[in-house]
């Protein structure tokens, strides 16, 4: 008898643990919603800013994460692949390095490029047809990234067009009204040459007319190129030095600190992307106290 009621406790419990398990996986099922992967932080806050609650979206790097040394791992391969598409920048090595295997995997996955249309500059190996990647740390290119995205939201998910539109539109006007105001504050401002290490805002600079000097060679600092890069700093007259949280030479930072300029950090791969830009603008060109 006490075998039988043995045998009928552990029937009564792995029915109940069955029974739980199949309402664990009800309750999973009905939490999950559509989602999408972005490469970077600043294409996840245009893409949110559109797709709103009905979608989640998933960006495979932090804010202080160095797209051009990151290497994803299985489980960023695993999220790509488990979403209902990837809104790639189109222009950041990763990417490059692992489309091929996400294509092999799951050849039905839509892998939208986000910077079609945009205007190219050339970048570091321009000789090599190398382009500038950097074209999302620059609201004119943030409106054709923005409309890139909606076409292709509205295609995956025709049932909330109308959603969709109605936050593009506002998304829109928010970036025209960014770019105005800071086409008027660079009309009225003297400072058009600025400092950076690494070239990342070179679409910016082109968008409003100013110069970019560049103090990043591509190569590991000598002491002799480090003096030529303070005398060209110097020879700049540029008052403001950007400064990114992505630079890690020890013999960069030193030369920056040596540099008797206003030294500003500026984060280009922030998923407060607007407070980025407004960070910048603000440094060169202050708005004017009434």
């Known amino acids: 008898m006490k075998t039988i009621s043995r045998h009928i406790t552990f029937a009564v419990l792995a029915t109940l643990a069955y029974a739980a398990l199949l309402l664990s996986a009800c309750r999973i099922t009905s939490k999950t919603q559509p989602s ?8 996840r806050f245009l893409l949110e800013a559109i797709a709103g609650s009905k979608v989640e979206v ?9 797209p051009e040394t990151y290497e994803p791992d299985m489980k960023v391969m695993m999220a790509i692949e488990r979403s209902d598409a990837y809104f790639t920048m189109g222009t950041i ?3 490059l390095a692992i489309l091929s295997k996400i294509k ?4 039905d996955l839509p892998i939208i490029n986000t910077s079609k249309g945009v205007n190219f500059m050339d970048g570091h190996d321009a000789d090599e047809g190398d382009v500038d ?3 999302w740390v620059s609201v004119c290119n ?5 409309a890139n995205m909606y076409t292709h939201l509205v295609e995956l998910y025709p049932q909330w067009k109308k959603y969709f539109t109605k936050r593009y539109q506002a998304l829109q006007a928010r970036l025209n009204k960014m770019d105005q105001e800071f086409t008027s504050r660079f009309q009225a401002s003297a400072d058009s040459v600025f400092l950076v290490w690494h070239p990342t805002l070179s679409y910016l600079a082109r968008d409003y007319g100013l110069t970019q000097v560049s103090l990043d060679n591509g190569k590991e600092p000598t002491v002799n190129n480090l003096r030529s890069h303070l005398d060209l700093a110097r020879q700049s007259g540029a008052k403001v030095l950007f400064i990114q949280p992505q630079i890690d030479s020890r013999q960069a930072s030193e030369l920056l600190s040596s540099l008797d300029v206003k030294k500003v950090n500026f984060n280009p791969m922030s998923s ?6 407004y960070k910048f603008v603000d440094a060169l ?3 004017t106290q009434n």
């Open 142 to 146: 943030a409106k054709i990234i923005a």
């Open 36 to 43: 999408v992967v972005v490469s970077i932080q600043p294409q």
């Open 93 to 95: 090595g990763y990417e």
């Open 104 to 107: 092999s995997n799951n050849p």
């Open 58 to 66: 998933m960006c495979l790097l932090t804010d202080e994460s160095n």
């Open 285 to 287: 060109a202050p708005k």
């Open 133 to 135: 990647p950097h074209v």
């Open 272 to 277: 407060k992307w607007d407070e980025e830009l």
